[in-house]
Structures are given as structure tokens and as C-alpha cells.
């Protein structure tokens, strides 16, 4: 961690609260405003305000920017969100723990296995239950895993972005080994499902760690070629180095996660410094650049990549055998086999399906590091099968708060750059 | 509230009213932590600050080093059947606005609870304190209609401007329509 | 005159260039489906699929739709994919509007299909209240290849004249109807001249 203290986060805290690069207008009023602005008396010149999205192909889903432009310099800026409200918090309060992971999982849709496990945690939490070891530690694989396909996802966007079109190719092609095992394991290529209150929906399938290894084996290679196409390539770096720079005490005052936090040198992981799961058993390294500009954040997120391999392949090593789910039954379904020859299996089976299990009142707030930053899940429960209360702390909802900041001063076509290196998901930023 | 007490009483033969009343006669004062009253949830440091004290709070805890807020919500507690967890001498009411400090060089968290009565739902805000907070708070306006005094840009987030009522509420309905699976006459 | 020869002596095997007859209409109708390029309408999970669906493993190129067009303008096929949001809706209707007749919805995913798990006040319960809609790929998210046998679907369609058949019938479609030209009946239009 950095030298931050009091004083530096002060003095970064009246440069954020005051006005000078967020523009504050409504919805309405951008749009009426849109275009030519004359110069006012305030001694503000000649201005352009424009409506960037909420549908461009590079503001990653449907994000909407209204940028104040100087020629070809942003001024001041404003993300505008809620395109994609699902009204899932909502939705959440209407199903069972049971059918909660369901609904969670389509929040943050690049990285699906994190929104399962921060919400299983939490209700896992006020349960009071301790999942075995097995469960845990596949948990963790298929975390990591995710972790891997989301950053995979984002070497081919981010390089699309900016340019880069063959990235778009490279970057899903690796994804797709990720993928498919995936399928192998829960079914479902995204939105598994797989990781339930309780445990994990199902055992690994026989043979996985052959398949997994092979998977690890072959992108070793492939991130090679990423760094060959991109990061050695001058013209990447002209675009990215010294783009949307960020110090560390902005980005603490502006509740920054992830590798926005840590491209500032400021080096907070959660998997190490609050340690869920079996975090503490295995060994990596937490990434920090040291310039907070876009490049870091590019660079981090391809070193977490490897960082992650290296977790996965100790996972393989360690993984022990037993129970993939906890065996109570308040909680957990009866076992297939059982419900052919038992009618009250069957019985047990259809009531946690239907009616789900209660969970003791009470609230609490668990959070994970997810590959965007700090996913925090609230649930307020009744005493009832489903949740009172249920928020995801979204980690893209809050990093966007950091974009005016980044795109201050900077060029119109930096915009796309300094978007996609925050890489919002905006599944999880409106929910 | 602590783990406590009651070792002489034998909780089946009393109602559970005369429980409270008998915990509430050995514990008149709250537990206080950071000037406030304090709870335990499932582990985690709870504070009960007062609308009053909130803003004060939150910047002496910053001094000390809780330099990240990482969440803010939203809860309305109407219809809530169970009893809520909250120290003695702090009112319930209907909304909460729960806020989540982090501190980076402790790393503890720390949860904060704030009660808001239905009949002025607003509070003030801490966004010249933790800039972060600035989509939270709208968000929780835009969801529940709570107002954050001196908030740079109170205005919806999620849902579209001219939109009525405030969705998270427990009175506002989910929006579910019938599903209609097949006889529906539309132009294709 | 040799050609006639030819052809006379071989029929039309006798030609130096080969032809193929047919109506106007069928060679349009296949040049349409072999390349409908699709607007970029990612809104949810469901466009992270149908980037995949994009990418190498499964080749959209193959339909002649690896061209994604951001600009509505040169777009022929919309595929929504995600879910719809009420503040999203007026956005993808001026986006469909925007697009060149003739143009064709697939509606990817149950949640722009029906509003699928979804069913609550933020959502609109199925994209095909705000446009039409000409195939529904089910799924959720649908898989690379779910969508591949939708766009399939809609190619048949289209070379069939299907489509363009049940819209003049019903009305439905854009509801793009151009007035007719009411010229002066007086004003006799001479060839050649201005």
C-alpha cells in the first residue's frame, strides 16, 4: 500500500466535490441542450454539449455520456445510466433464497460465478452454515476461472475499442476454452446457477482436472500473442499510457474498486486482505501498477490473468475430496438417486423447491472481490423463505463514478479508451 | 445488542414481553462504540447513529482511517414481521439507510444504520465527505424517495425523470402483468 | 453469327458464357438473405453471445453478417438481445425507425421475447409491443448456436418472401406507408424533356 493519509485524501477531496469536471445536468436538460453552446458571462467559452450513447458501439452495453467539449477536449462530462434497469433488487424480495441465484446472476453477465457466490455467502452467513471444504475449494476454482473469461472479455473489447479488431478474435477464442468448460461443469455457458446457498449445484464431472490442465496449458501461449499484438506495440501504448489518470486518494474518495484502486499503486485485494473462502491457502500475488492511467489497468488485468492460472493449478493440486454441499437438511436437496426409492425424499425435494428454507432474521453485508472490484451483497432477512431486503453492492456502478474525473482534459476519441479500461458491465451498474 | 444475560431466567415460563422488560431494566444505557449506540450482526460492528449525529460521525471516522465509503442503501422496513436488531433507545422507523465504511489499514468494516421516519424522508448527505456516494444516494432517492440535503445533483438515476412513485418501496407494487400464452392478437 | 450456330448445333450448352434465367424478385430476395448485416443492439447477457456468435469458434461470417453496423442507417436486421428497459424502449424504437425498409427484428432471449424471468415494473414484458418482431430465439442467454439457427430461420424467410407476404397482407411491418404521389392530371410528361 501507498503513503496515503489524511491530508493528501483532503486535498483530493476538494478537487472531486466541486464542479469542475462533473456536469450537472439532468436527463432533460441534456438533451435540450444539446449541441452549441455561445459563451457565457461566467467566462465559460464557446462549448459543444453531445449525447454520447445510450446505444455506440463502444460504450460497452448502454451507457449514455454527455460530454461538455471544448474543440476536441472534454470539459466536463456526466455518465447517465439506468438503460438496463431490470429491477432485480425488486424482483429478489419476490423469490426464495433457493431462486435468488438465479436472479443475481444476470446482474454482472461477464463474470456470472461471483454474483452466485457473494449472494450464497451472505445467506450462508445469516444461516450460520460452513460449506465443506470440497464446495469451497470449487467455488474458488470456478471463481477463478470466471475471473479469467471476464479479463478474456475485456482484452477483446478493450482492443476492439481501440482499434484493435483482431483482439476481438484472439480474446473470444481464449474465452471459449474457459467456456466450454463451463458447459462441461454447470450446463450453461453464462447465468450458471451453479453456485447455490448450501454449496454447489453439482460434483465436478469425472476427468475435470485432465481438462483443466489442458485448458491451462494452451493459454500460457496465447497470452503471449496478446502481449506481442498489443502490449509491446507503440501505437497501443501511445493511446493508453498517461490516458485517464487517477491517483490513488481520488480513487479511495470515489469508492473505486479493483484494478482501478490498484492501478494507482495502492494494492487492495479483497481474496488477500479479507480473505473469504480458502483464499488464505494459496498463493498469489495482488497486481498494482504504479501511473493509475489506462495502460495499468489494461496491464493488471492481463497479469491477473496469469495470476489466476497460477491459482487455478494450485486448486487442481489441493482439491480435496468429500461433500460438494452441505449436508443439512433444511437446506439442501435430497440426493437424486434417493428421491427414485424414497417418498419422503421426494416430499423433502418438492417443499425446498417450492416453499423454500427460512432463514433466521437478521442482516448482514458479505462482499468478494469480483474482477470489477468490491461486490458487496445486504440482505435483510424476516425470518421468511425469501429475502426482505436484498442490494448488490455493484463494483461498475460505483468505478463509473470515477469516469468525468478520468475524461477531464482529454480528447474526444480518449473517451472510448478511458471507458473500456473501467469496464463497466451494465448489467450490474442498473440491475 | 450483547450476548448476554438472562443466566436465572427461565425463558420458557416468562412471555417474551417480560424478557425485554427485564433486559431493558438491566441494560438502560446502550453499549456506545465511537459515541453512538452499537449492535452485533452475525459479527459485524453496527452503529445507530441519529440523523443528527450521522454526518459528524462519519467525518471523525474518516480521520480515523475508515477513508472508503463503500456502500450506501436503502431499506423500508414496512410490513416487516420480525422483531428489528437495533440497541435500546433507538426508535425504529420505517426507512433505514444503511452505509458501509472500509478501512483500509485495519481492514474492518464497519455497517451504520440510520432510521428515517416516513413522515420527512430525507437526510443529509455525505458527498463533501465521500464523493463515492454520489450514485448511491440518487439511487436511494430515485428507489424510496428518501432526499439527501445538500447533495450536488438529486435527481432520478435508474428510472426515467418523469416516472411516478418510488419502486423499492414495500407499497409500491412489483409491476407484474398477466402472461398471456397464446390468443394474443398482434401485427406481425 | 456463330452463336447462333452454336447453340443451334449444342442449345444452350453451346454458349461461351453460361446464364441462369429467373425472376427479378428471387435473385432480391437472395441477395437480401445472404447479406442482412445486423445493427449492433447489444443491451444485456444476451449481446455478450451474440459477440461470441461473432467471434471465431462459431463464424457469423459464414451468413454474410460478421459486418456488424453500429450506424442504424446501413443495418438490415436488429437483433435485441437483452432485456428492454422501460427508459431503454424509446431508444430501440428510434433506432428501428432510424433503419432502412426493409428491415427485420430477431428478438434474442426470453426477456426481449416475453420479459422472461423478469416479469416487474421496470421492464418492457416483450419487445414485440414496440416492434415487430420476426423470429424469437429462446434461451437465456441463447446459445451461439440458438442464435445462428434463428438467423437461419429468418434467411429462409426472407428468400422465400415469406415475410414480405404476411406484412402486406396484415399491414404490420414498420407501418412505413408512403402517400401516393397525386400529380396534377393535366400536366402531360414529355420524354426528354424537363
Redesign the interface.
Known amino acids: ?1 501507498t503513503s ?1 493519509d ?1 491530508t493528501t ?1 483532503n486535498s483530493a ?1 476538494t478537487r ?2 466541486s ?1 469542475e469536471s ?1 456536469l ?1 445536468l ?3 436538460e441534456a438533451e435540450q441542450k444539446s449541441g452549441y453552446q455561445a459563451p457565457t458571462e461566467e467566462g465559460l467559452g464557446e462549448r459543444m454539449i453531445m449525447n454520447m450513447g445510450p446505444q455506440h458501439p463502444s460504450t460497452h452495453g448502454v451507457l449514455r455520456l454527455v460530454l461538455e467539449m471544448d474543440g476536441e477536449t472534454i470539459t466536463r462530462s456526466k455518465p447517465v ?2 438503460y438496463l ?1 431490470t ?1 432485480m ?3 429478489g424480495e ?1 423469490l426464495t433464497y433457493l431462486q435468488g441465484a438465479t436472479n443475481v446472476t444476470r446482474m454482472d453477465y461477464a463474470a456470472p460465478l461471483f454474483n452466485e457466490l457473494v449472494f450464497s455467502l451472505a445467506v450462508e ?2 444461516l ?1 452454515i460452513e460449506v465443506p471444504d470440497r464446495g469451497q475449494w470449487i467455488r474458488m476454482l470456478m471463481s477463478e476461472l470466471n475471473r479469467m473469461s471476464s479479463h478474456l472479455l475485456f482484452m477483446a473489447t478493450n482492443g476492439m475499442d481501440l482499434g484493435a479488431v483482431g483482439m476481438m478474435l484472439y480474446g473470444w477464442r481464449e474465452r471459449e476454452e474457459v467456456l466450454r468448460f463451463f458447459e462441461a461443469v454447470t450446463g450453461l455457458r453464462m447465468n450458471h446457477n451453479y453456485i447455490r446457498p448450501g454449496g454447489v449445484a453439482a460434483d465436478l464431472p469425472g476427468g475435470w482436472d485432465e481438462e483443466l490442465s489442458a485448458i491451462l496449458d494452451v493459454i500460457p501461449d496465447r497470452l503471449a500473442e496478446f502481449d506481442l499484438l498489443m502490449t509491446g506495440q507503440p501505437i497501443w501504448r501511445e493511446r493508453l499510457q498517461g490516458v485517464g489518470v487517477i491517483t490513488a486518494e481520488e480513487a ?6 479493483g484494478p482501478i484502486l490498484r492501478s494507482t499503486g ?1 494494492a ?1 485485494d479483497l481474496r488477500r ?2 480473505p473469504y473462502l480458502k483464499y488464505d491457502q494459496v498463493e498469489f500475488d495482488v497486481i498494482a501498477g504504479s501511473f493509475g492511467d489506462c495502460f495499468d489497468r489494461y496491464a493488471i488485468r492481463l497479469a491477473e490473468i496469469r495470476e489466476s492460472m497460477r491459482i487455478v493449478r494450485q486448486i487442481i493440486d489441493k482439491m480435496p475430496e468429500g461433500d460438494y454441499r452441505v449436508q443439512d437438511k433444511k437446506v439442501t436437496p435430497p440426493p437424486r438417486a434417493r428421491i427414485d426409492e424414497s417418498m419422503e425424499a421426494l416430499i423433502h425435494h418438492f417443499k425446498i423447491f417450492t416453499e423454500g428454507f427460512k432463514v433466521p ?5 458479505v ?1 468478494v472481490e469480483s474482477p470489477r472490484g ?1 461486490l ?1 451483497c ?1 440482505i ?5 423463505s425469501k429475502p ?2 436484498m ?1 448488490i ?1 455493484g463494483p461498475s ?2 468505478n ?2 470515477t469516469l468525468p474525473h478520468l475524461m477531464k482534459d482529454s480528447f474526444l476519441a480518449d473517451t472510448v479508451a478511458i471507458i473500456s479500461s473501467v469496464d463497466p458491465i451494465m448489467g450490474e451498474v ?2 | 445488542m450483547s450476548d448476554a444475560e438472562t443466566p436465572s431466567i427461565d425463558e420458557s415460563e416468562l412471555a417474551e414481553e417480560s424478557v425485554e422488560d427485564v433486559l431493558e431494566e438491566e441494560l438502560p444505557q446502550p453499549e456506545l462504540l465511537h459515541g453512538v449506540p452499537v449492535s452485533e ?2 459479527g ?1 460492528v ?1 452503529l445507530h447513529p441519529s440523523r443528527d449525529e450521522y454526518v459528524a460521525l462519519v467525518s471523525s471516522l ?2 480515523l482511517g475508515y ?5 450506501l ?1 436503502g ?2 422496513y414496512l410490513g ?4 428489528r ?1 437495533l440497541p435500546a433507545g433507538v426508535a425504529p422507523e420505517r426507512f433505514e439507510v ?1 452505509v ?1 465504511l472500509l478501512n ?1 489499514t485495519d ?1 474492518s ?1 464497519l ?1 451504520l444504520r440510520v432510521q428515517i421516519p416516513e413522515s420527512d424522508p430525507q437526510l443529509a448527505t455525505l ?10 444516494e440518487r ?1 436511494v432517492f430515485d ?1 424510496f424517495g428518501i432526499r439527501f440535503d445538500g447533495h ?2 438529486m ?7 418523469e ?1 411516478i412513485g418510488h ?2 418501496r414495500k407499497d ?6 398477466p ?1 398471456q400464452f397464446k390468443g394474443a392478437s ?3 | 453469327m456463330g452463336i447462333v450456330a452454336d447453340v443451334q448445333a449444342d442449345g444452350l450448352a453451346g454458349l461461351e458464357h453460361n446464364f441462369l434465367t429467373g425472376r427479378v424478385e428471387d435473385l432480391i430476395r437472395w441477395a437480401r438473405s445472404h447479406s442482412s448485416w445486423p445493427a449492433t443492439f447489444g443491451l444485456a447477457c444476451c449481446a455478450i453471445e451474440m459477440m461470441a456468435t461473432g467471434g471465431p469458434h462459431y463464424d457469423l461470417a459464414r451468413f454474410g453478417m460478421e459486418v456488424f453496423r453500429a450506424s442504424p442507417r446501413q443495418a438490415d436486421i436488429m437483433i435485441v438481445a437483452g432485456r428492454v428497459s ?2 431503454m424502449a424509446p431508444v430501440l424504437r428510434q433506432i428501428y425507425d432510424q433503419m432502412m425498409e426493409p428491415k427485420w427484428v430477431i428478438s434474442m432471449g426470453v426477456c426481449a421475447s ?1 420479459g422472461g424471468m423478469f ?4 421492464l418492457v ?1 416483450g419487445v ?2 414496440i416492434v ?3 423470429v424469437y430465439a429462446p434461451g437465456c442467454p441463447p446459445g451461439p448456436e440458438t442464435l445462428l439457427q434463428a438467423i437461419v430461420t429468418l434467411h429462409e424467410l426472407i428468400e422465400s418472401g415469406e415475410i414480405m407476404r ?1 406484412r402486406d397482407v ?3 411491418g414498420a407501418g412505413v406507408h408512403l402517400d401516393e404521389l397525386q400529380l396534377p392530371t393535366s400536366t402531360a410528361l414529355t420524354i426528354g424533356t424537363r
Not at chain 1, 361 to 365: D, K, P, W
Not at chain 2, 67 to 71: E, G, H, L, Q, T
Not at chain 3, 119 to 122: F, L, Q, R, V
Open positions: 500500500m496515503t489524511l485524501l477531496l472531486l466535490t464542479d462533473v450537472r439532468s436527463e432533460t445510466i439506468g434497469h429491477g433488487e425488486k424482483t419476490e452467513e445469516l450460520g479511495l474518495s470515489l469508492g473505486a474498486t495502492f487492495w486482505d479479507q432474521e437478521g442482516e448482514v453485508y462482499a468490491e458487496g445486504y435483510v432477512s424476516d425470518g421468511s426482505f431486503r442490494h453492492r456502478f460505483v463509473l463514478q442498473d440491475r | 450482526s452475525r459485524q453496527v474518516r480521520e477513508w472508503m465509503c463503500v456502500d442503501c431499506v423500508d416487516y414481521g420480525a422483531q436488531n444503511v458501509g483500509h481492514r468494516r455497517r458527498f463533501p465527505l465521500h464523493p463515492s456516494v454520489e450514485n448511491p439511487e428507489m450536488p445533483d435527481s432520478r438515476i435508474l428510472m426515467p425523470d416516472w419502486p423499492l409500491y407494487e412489483l409491476g407484474r402483468i402472461v398482434t401485427a406481425r | 422501460q427508459k416475453s416479469n416487474n415494473y421496470a414484458q414485440d409491443t415487430p418482431v420476426d404476411r396484415t399491414g404490420a
